[in-house]
């Protein structure tokens, strides 16, 4: 079980990874969230509804209405360039952040501490 | 699909309805729609994706700062949780004590018929006492069988009087809550449409003794025992829609339906206007009875008012 706490300050990173190649809208990106985690990971509509408002509001995201599927109009998202810069920087953190925590995690295979 | 719909009108319940909330519930829709077409398309049930969908939606707090309603969300004075328990035990308890209050409506009902048997069977001339003495009799039965029943009434209808928040506040329940409410109520809901059957024809019935009698017998004072006999079919077809009808009506209160939908709870308006309403109809009837003394007629109020009633409230929901 994820902790929501440690997950939430990379919903963004999440959502935009998949909005790099295509507009996407939210139910098409919780799907691939949960495949793409195994189901290890399922995200909430509040969510995920908080996390577009959020992006769009500082600009990495843009809202557009798209074709109409099941007969209603679907609000679309786009990745901006300053979305693409937000996300690698995202990355970089995360690179770092990782390489930190991994310091004090116990190795499975031997029990020594580093 | 409706179900989803409801929760989320539910959820929404009670906050400013500024265009970034309603854009909010919009695209929340759409989402758990999505989601709840393609769980039904993989083969899941109605009831399984319900759930699922129901379960994974999430919390509004999230959503309080984005969408400006953290003020909103935090004095939501109006909405109350119910309980699974708390709906349990109102079920529970209105099946109790249905039948109960039942019995007390039934014991008023009869009360007079004691009086009226007495009375006929004396002026048919099939006992012979003193009338004083008939009716003082008749008259104790009549005022014990009053009390009786007035008493019962009174006291097991306020064992239900701690539930009156349900009928007035408007509240939300839990997905499980519903199922469990909508469950008791299919299982139920079949002998209930057999209970108002009996009791409708039963109250279609009651009028035959009184029109019969004069036709087959050419004894007048036997009328009077046909009133008996009427009256008893009437506190027969009332109880049985009493004693059956607690639980129907727990249900319409717990999934607010009917007389108790969010609409109707939520209209001031129209609480006041059927307060007042009924109040006015009370006065009119026993002030025009009293200075003219034609109680005869003057009863027809009620019917009359019953149908006003009815229409008004059809007007003021389609306003709304």
């Given at each position: 079980?994820?902790?929501?706490?440690?997950?939430?300050?990379?919903?963004?990173?999440m959502?935009?990874?998949?909005?790099?190649?295509?507009?996407?809208?939210?139910?098409?990106?919780?799907?691939?969230?949960?495949?793409?985690?195994?189901?290890?990971?399922?995200?909430?509509?509040?969510?995920l509804?908080?996390?577009?408002?959020?992006?769009?509001?500082?600009?990495?995201?843009?809202?557009?209405?798209?074709?109409?599927?099941?007969?209603?109009?679907?609000t679309?998202y786009?990745?901006?360039?300053?979305?693409?810069?937000?996300?690698?920087?995202?990355?970089?953190?995360?690179?770092?952040t990782?390489?930190?925590?991994?310091?004090?995690?116990?190795?499975?295979n031997?029990?020594?501490?580093? | 699909?409706?179900?989803?719909k409801?929760?989320?009108?539910?959820?929404?319940?009670?906050?400013?309805?500024?265009?970034?909330?309603?854009?909010?519930?919009?695209?929340?829709?759409?989402?758990?729609?999505?989601?709840?077409?393609e769980?039904?398309?993989?083969?899941?049930?109605?009831?399984?994706?319900?759930?699922?969908?129901?379960?994974?939606?999430?919390?509004?707090?999230?959503?309080?700062?984005?969408?400006?309603?953290?003020?909103a969300?935090?004095?939501?004075?109006d909405?109350?949780?119910v309980?699974?328990?708390e709906?349990?035990?109102?079920?529970?308890?209105?099946?109790?004590?249905?039948?109960?209050?039942a019995?007390?409506?039934?014991?008023?009902?009869?009360?007079?018929?004691?009086?009226?048997?007495?009375?006929?069977?004396?002026?048919?001339?099939?006992?012979?006492i003193?009338?004083?003495?008939?009716?003082?009799?008749?008259?104790?039965?009549?005022?014990?069988?009053?009390?009786?029943?007035?008493?019962?009434?009174?006291?097991?209808?306020?064992?239900?009087?701690?539930?009156?928040y349900?009928?007035?506040?408007?509240?939300?329940?839990?997905y499980?809550?519903?199922?469990?409410?909508?469950?008791v109520?299919?299982?139920?809901?079949?002998?209930?449409?057999?209970?108002?059957?009996?009791?409708?024809?039963?109250?279609?019935f009651?009028?035959?003794?009184?029109?019969?009698?004069?036709?087959?017998?050419?004894?007048?004072?036997?009328?009077?025992?046909?009133?008996?006999?009427?009256?008893?079919?009437?506190?027969?077809?009332?109880?049985?829609?009493?004693?059956?009808g607690?639980?129907?009506?727990?249900?319409?209160?717990?999934?607010?339906?009917?007389?108790y939908?969010?609409?109707?709870?939520?209209?001031k308006?129209?609480?006041?206007?059927?307060?007042v309403?009924?109040?006015?109809?009370?006065?009119?009837?026993?002030?025009?009875?009293?200075?003219?003394?034609?109680?005869?007629?003057?009863?027809?109020?009620?019917?009359?008012?019953?149908?006003?009633y009815?229409?008004?409230?059809?007007?003021?929901?389609?306003k709304?």
């Open positions: 079980m994820i902790s929501s706490d440690v997950i939430r300050g990379y919903i963004d990173t959502i935009l990874y998949l909005l790099l190649n295509n507009p996407s809208y939210g139910y098409e990106i919780s799907k691939k969230i949960r495949e793409l985690t195994d189901e290890k990971y399922i995200i909430k509509e509040t969510t509804y908080s996390a577009f408002k959020r992006m769009e509001s500082n600009g990495y995201i843009e809202a557009f209405s798209g074709d109409e599927t099941y007969g209603k109009p679907r679309y786009r990745i901006t360039e300053s979305g693409k810069s937000y996300y690698n920087e995202k990355c970089e953190e995360w690179k770092l990782k390489e930190v925590i991994e310091k004090f995690i116990v190795k499975e031997n029990d020594e501490y580093y | 699909m409706n179900i989803i409801n929760y989320l009108d539910n959820m929404f319940l009670g906050l400013p309805e500024t265009e970034d909330v309603n854009r909010a519930k919009k695209e929340l829709l759409a989402m758990m729609e999505d989601k709840y077409n769980l039904k398309n993989s083969g899941k049930t109605e009831n399984e994706a319900i759930g699922i969908v129901i379960s994974e939606f999430g919390n509004l707090d999230e959503l309080a700062e984005t969408l400006g309603i953290k003020e969300l935090e004095n939501k004075p909405i109350n949780h309980s699974y328990e709906a349990e035990n109102y079920i529970e308890d209105s099946r109790n004590i249905s039948p109960k209050t019995l007390g409506v039934f014991l008023c009902i009869m009360s007079p018929t004691i009086l009226l048997l007495l009375l006929g069977l004396n002026e048919s001339g099939f006992i012979q003193k009338e004083e003495r008939l009716v003082a009799a008749g008259l104790a039965a009549l005022i014990a069988l009053v009390a009786a029943g007035v008493s019962y009434f009174i006291r097991y209808s306020s064992k239900l009087e701690k539930y009156e349900l009928e007035k506040n408007v509240f939300e329940l839990d499980r809550t519903e199922q469990m409410i909508r469950n109520m299919a299982q139920y809901e079949h002998s209930y449409k057999s209970t108002v059957n009996t009791s409708v024809i039963l109250y279609i009651s009028a035959l003794p009184i029109i019969l009698t004069p036709l087959l017998f050419e004894i007048d004072e036997l009328t009077i025992i046909s009133v008996a006999v009427t009256l008893t079919i009437v506190a027969f077809a009332t109880y049985n829609l009493i004693s059956k607690g639980i129907k009506e727990a249900c319409d209160v717990l999934l607010q339906q009917g007389d939908s969010v609409e109707t709870k939520s209209n308006t129209w609480q006041l206007i059927s307060k309403f009924w109040l006015a109809i009370v006065a009119v009837y026993l002030a025009y009875s009293f200075i003219t003394n034609k109680w005869g007629i003057s009863w027809v109020i009620w019917p009359v008012a019953g149908i006003m009815t229409i008004i409230s059809i007007v003021a929901q389609e709304q």
